[in-house]
C-alpha cells in the first residue's frame, strides 16, 4: 500500500510549472460601485498535476477559473500559461492558446441542436482540422468516455453523467494539456459524481493532462486532487498538497471546509472534542484500542471518516475525551506519540 | 362570380404571395445581420460595440413605430426611385421590405437572446471567433425559433400586403379593396378573406411543424 503510495509521488515530481498566477485581480463595476472579486491571487499549477481550489459560493472561485482562460479579463496582473503571458496576446493568437485549454462546465453547455458526435467535432471544426482525422479523434474520443453507442443522440436524450462525458471528450478533442472543470460534478448524483471523479484521474494518468477542479466539495478533493487552493473572500486563504492541507489546515476557512464535509451539521460535538488526523505514517492497526487500553482513557468517538487520497490512506476522527484532565492529557499524548495529530475542536456557541 | 373574375383572384393570390415571399426574403437579408448585430454589440455581447448597438436600436425602434399604412404612403417616392413606378406588386415589396426589416432584426434579436450564454461561453472556451460563435452557434441553437419568427414574418407582412391594395399594390388585398369594397361585392370580399386567412394558416402551421422537427431540446 504505502509503495504504491510512494510510486505515484515520484511520477509527479516533474515540478515544471504550467500555469503561473501572478498577483492576479478582478473588479466588476456593476451599477453601484464596485465588487473585487480577485485580489492579489498567486497560485502555480505543476504540470500533471490535478489542482483543486476550493471555496464557498461566491469566494471568487468561478472567476479564477475563468481568468485562466481569459474568458474574463482580469483587471491586474497576469496568466502564464507555459511560460506565455497570455494577458499580453493578441485575440487571435489568444485563440490558439485557447485550443490547448480545454474546459468543462456544471450545466455541461453541449450544443442542444448537435448530436453528441457533432458536439466533439465542433472544436475539431473550430480548429480548422480536416474532416478525415476529425472524425477518427471524434471515434476514438467517444471510445475514451465509453459512449461509443451514444454518437448519434442528441443531449436531450443523454443523462448528466453522459452529458458531462461528451463534454470531457469534447474538451480534449484538440489534445490540450490542461483541463479546466468548472463545478463538473456539482449537477451530478453521488455514485455518477465517482465514475466522472475517476475519469479525470484516468485521463491526468494516462495523457499527463494537468487538470484544474473548481469545486464546492471536499469531497472531490479529496478523491482525486493532489494540490488543493483554498479560496475565501476573494484571496487564497491556504494552498498546497492536498495530505498537507488535511493534516494541518492552518486557516479557519480551512479549518471549516475539511471539517463541515461529510455529516454537515449533523455531528453534535460536546466539550473536551478533539480531531484526530491520520495519515500514512500513523494509521497502524487498532491504535485506538490500543490507547484505551493502555492509559485507561474511556473515549466517545463523535465522528469518523477514513479516506483513499490519491493513494494515501488518510482520515479523520473526533472524539471526546473524559472530563479528568490528568487521564485525557495521557491519551492525547499517546496518540502524539503515534504519529496522530490531535487538535481540540472548538465548539462555537 | 364569373370566368374573369376567378382568373383575377387567381392573379391576386399569385402576386399575394410573390409579394410576400418576396418581400420576407429581402426583409430577412437586412433584418437577420441587424439582429444578430444587436446582440453581439450588445455590452454584455461577445463583440460590445456599444454606439453601433445604440444607433441600431433606434433606427430599428423609429422604423418599427411608423404605421404601415402611413409608411406606405411616405415612401412613394422612394419606390418609384427604386422601382419606377409606385403601383403594382413589385413597387409594393419596396414599403413592405422597409416594414418588415426591423420587426424582423428584433423577432431574430429575441431568438438569439434566447441560447443559453453557457453555450457561447464553452465556444469561446474552445477558441471560437466571433464570426464561428454567429454561424455555428447562436444561428444553429436558436435554429427553432427563428423558424417559428419566419413563420409570424411572414404572415405580418402578409398582413401588410394585403393593405397596399389602399395605394393599388396589387395582389388580394387589391382586389378586396377594389370589388368588395368601392363596388359592393361582397361574394368577392368573402372569397378574398378566405383565401387570407387560408394562406395564413398555411405558412403558419408549415413554420410550427419545421420548427418542431428541428427542435432537439426536448
Known amino acids: 500500500m504505502i509503495r504504491r503510495v510512494r510510486n505515484i509521488k515520484s511520477n509527479k515530481t516533474s515540478q515544471k510549472p504550467i500555469i503561473e498566477i501572478k498577483n492576479l485581480g478582478k473588479t466588476f463595476h456593476p451599477k453601484s460601485g464596485e465588487v473585487k472579486a480577485l485580489e492579489g491571487i498567486n497560485l502555480t499549477v505543476n504540470q500533471g498535476d490535478i489542482f483543486g481550489i476550493i471555496g464557498m459560493s461566491g469566494a471568487g472561485k468561478s472567476t479564477l477559473v475563468r481568468c485562466i482562460n481569459l474568458l474574463e479579463k482580469p483587471t491586474d496582473g497576469s496568466v502564464f500559461i507555459d511560460g506565455q503571458d497570455i494577458s499580453k496576446l493578441t485575440e487571435k493568437k489568444l485563440r490558439t492558446v485557447r485550443y490547448s485549454v480545454g474546459m468543462i462546465f456544471q450545466q455541461f453547455n453541449l450544443l442542444m441542436q448537435r448530436t453528441a458526435e457533432r458536439n466533439i467535432l465542433f472544436p475539431l471544426e473550430i480548429a480548422g482540422v480536416d474532416k478525415e482525422t476529425a472524425k477518427k479523434r471524434t471515434a476514438e474520443l467517444l471510445e475514451l468516455v465509453g459512449l461509443p453507442d451514444k454518437a448519434k443522440a442528441y443531449p436531450s436524450q443523454l443523462s448528466g453523467g453522459q452529458k458531462q462525458r461528451i463534454a470531457i471528450a469534447r474538451a480534449l478533442a484538440n489534445n490540450p494539456k490542461i483541463l479546466l472543470c468548472d463545478e463538473a460534478t456539482s449537477a451530478l448524483d453521488p455514485s455518477t459524481t465517482k465514475s466522472i471523479l475517476s475519469l479525470l484521474k484516468e485521463i491526468n494518468q494516462k495523457m499527463g493532462i494537468t487538470i484544474v477542479i473548481i469545486t464546492h466539495e471536499m469531497s472531490v478533493v479529496e478523491q482525486i486532487c493532489n494540490h488543493v487552493a483554498i479560496i475565501d473572500e476573494s484571496k487564497i486563504a491556504e494552498y498546497g498538497p492536498v495530505e498537507e492541507i488535511f493534516r494541518n489546515p492552518k486557516t479557519e476557512i480551512a479549518k471549516k471546509m475539511i471539517f463541515s464535509e461529510g455529516d454537515q451539521g449533523s455531528v453534535v460535538m460536546g466539550k473536551n472534542c478533539y480531531r484526530l488526523v491520520f495519515d500514512e505514517n500513523s494509521s497502524s492497526d487498532s491504535v485506538m484500542a490500543k490507547m484505551v487500553l493502555e492509559t485507561k482513557c474511556l473515549i466517545k468517538i463523535v465522528h469518523a471518516d477514513m479516506k483513499d487520497i490519491d493513494g494515501v490512506s488518510f482520515g479523520q476522527m473526533v472524539i471526546q475525551l473524559p472530563e479528568d484532565e490528568l487521564t485525557a492529557s495521557r491519551a492525547i499524548y499517546y496518540l502524539r506519540s503515534r504519529q496522530i495529530g490531535v487538535e481540540e475542536v472548538e465548539i462555537d456557541g | ?218
Open chain 2, 1 to 218: 362570380m364569373d370566368s374573369s373574375m376567378t382568373t383575377l383572384i387567381i392573379q391576386g393570390t399569385f402576386e399575394t404571395l410573390y409579394m410576400t415571399l418576396v418581400s420576407t426574403l429581402i426583409a430577412y437579408i437586412i433584418g437577420l445581420p441587424v439582429g444578430v448585430l444587436l446582440v453581439t454589440s450588445d455590452s454584455e455581447g461577445i463583440v460590445p460595440m456599444r454606439l453601433l448597438n445604440k444607433v441600431l436600436d433606434i433606427i430599428v425602434n423609429i422604423t418599427r413605430s411608423i404605421p404601415f399604412l402611413i409608411l406606405l404612403i411616405a415612401v412613394i417616392p422612394f419606390t418609384r426611385f427604386i422601382v419606377g413606378t409606385s403601383i403594382g406588386s413589385t413597387a409594393t415589396i419596396v414599403p413592405l421590405v422597409l416594414a418588415a426589416a426591423p420587426f424582423i432584426a428584433r423577432l431574430v434579436e429575441s431568438s438569439i437572446k434566447e441560447v443559453d450564454y453557457g453555450i457561447i461561453e464553452a465556444s469561446l472556451s474552445m477558441g471560437a471567433s466571433p464570426l464561428q460563435v454567429v454561424t455555428k452557434v447562436m444561428i444553429p441553437e436558436a435554429k427553432p425559433s427563428l423558424i417559428i419568427g419566419a413563420a409570424i414574418a411572414t404572415t405580418t407582412i402578409l398582413g401588410y400586403s394585403a393593405m397596399a391594395g389602399i395605394v393599388g399594390g396589387g395582389g388580394l388585398g387589391d382586389i378586396a379593396i377594389r370589388f368588395g369594397y368601392y363596388r359592393y361585392e361582397t361574394g368577392v370580399m368573402v372569397v378574398t378573406v378566405v383565401l387570407l386567412v387560408l394562406i395564413v394558416q398555411i405558412f403558419q402551421e408549415f413554420g410550427m411543424k419545421i420548427a418542431q422537427k428541428q427542435d432537439h431540446r426536448k
